[in-house]
């Protein structure tokens, strides 16, 4: 079980950016993909960002591609989601998940994510 933090959240106008953080406890985080996740209020969890273990693939939820980037610091066992162009429909609880396996293939499914942090908010307004 990997434990993870988020943090950098807030309140922020639309057009503005904020950059999300996801501290891990583990030394096995760097053997795991990562993704981020969100769910609006009265929504569905949704997909937003993942990355492989190296950092070399990364995929994007169609909503966010090419406003949102994500990466990864292994050394630091911490993953960043940097948020540009921010929308209202950007608000949102963002989860940072761990997949459950080691290595394999990259997921965007949350079923195969095993471990998750507690969330950040981030709300966007118009």
């Known amino acids: 079980q990997v434990q993870l933090v988020e943090s950098g959240g807030g309140l922020v106008q639309a057009g503005g950016s904020l950059r999300l953080s996801c501290a891990a406890s583990?030394?096995?985080?760097?053997?795991?993909?990562i993704a981020w996740f969100r769910q609006a209020p009265g929504k569905e969890r949704e997909f937003v960002a993942c990355?492989?273990?190296?950092?070399?693939?990364?995929e994007y939820a169609d909503s966010v591609k090419g406003r949102f980037t994500i990466s990864r610091d292994n050394a630091k066992k911490s993953v960043l989601l940097q948020l540009n162009s921010l929308k209202p429909e950007d608000t949102a609880i963002y989860y940072c998940?761990?997949?459950?396996?080691?290595?394999?293939?990259?997921?965007?499914?949350?079923?195969?994510?095993?471990?998750w942090g507690q969330g950040t908010h981030v709300t966007v307004s118009s």
């Open positions: 990355i492989t273990v190296n950092g070399e693939t990364t």
């Open positions: 998940a761990a997949k459950q396996t080691l290595y394999g293939e990259i997921s965007m499914r949350s079923s195969d994510f095993g471990s």
């Open positions: 583990v030394f096995t985080f760097r053997m795991r993909h």
